[in-house]
């Protein structure tokens, strides 16, 4: 199973990137997707997860701002991040987890998101 992350950079407050994970090694229809961050010295959290039926969920800090989104014909995961902040600087994550066993579940290995105030 490998879960492939992409997408960050080094981008100006107010700006948007979007972030991709590309699924290999599991039938991505059967598995919730989600977004998670860690910043330096801070525990990883949830950012925006989708389940398999398309309903999302997001973190209060970037409701409105975030767009969690998949394409199963791709197995891939999108986040879309507009009107980005110095706070939402993190390495990102993502996470696949099977719909009806939630314990087999899968973590990517991140990629960088630096927002510049």
């Known amino acids: 199973v490998q879960l492939q992350a992409s997408g960050g950079g080094l981008v100006q407050a107010g700006g948007s990137l979007r972030l991709s994970c590309a699924a290999s090694?599991?039938?991505?229809?059967?598995?919730?997707m989600g977004w998670y961050r860690q910043a330096p010295g801070k525990q990883r959290e949830l950012v925006a997860t989708?389940?398999?039926?398309?309903?999302?969920r997001s973190a209060d800090s970037v409701k409105g701002r975030f767009a969690i989104s998949r394409d199963n014909a791709k197995n891939t995961v999108y986040l879309l991040m507009n009107d980005l902040k110095p706070e939402d600087t993190a390495v990102y994550y993502c996470?696949?987890?099977?719909?009806?066993?939630?314990?087999?579940?899968?973590w990517g290995q991140g990629t960088l998101v630096t927002v510049s105030s």
């Open positions: 996470n696949a987890r099977h719909n009806y066993l939630s314990s087999d579940a899968y």
């Open positions: 090694g599991i039938v991505f229809s059967l598995y919730a």
């Open positions: 989708i389940s398999i039926d398309g309903s999302t």
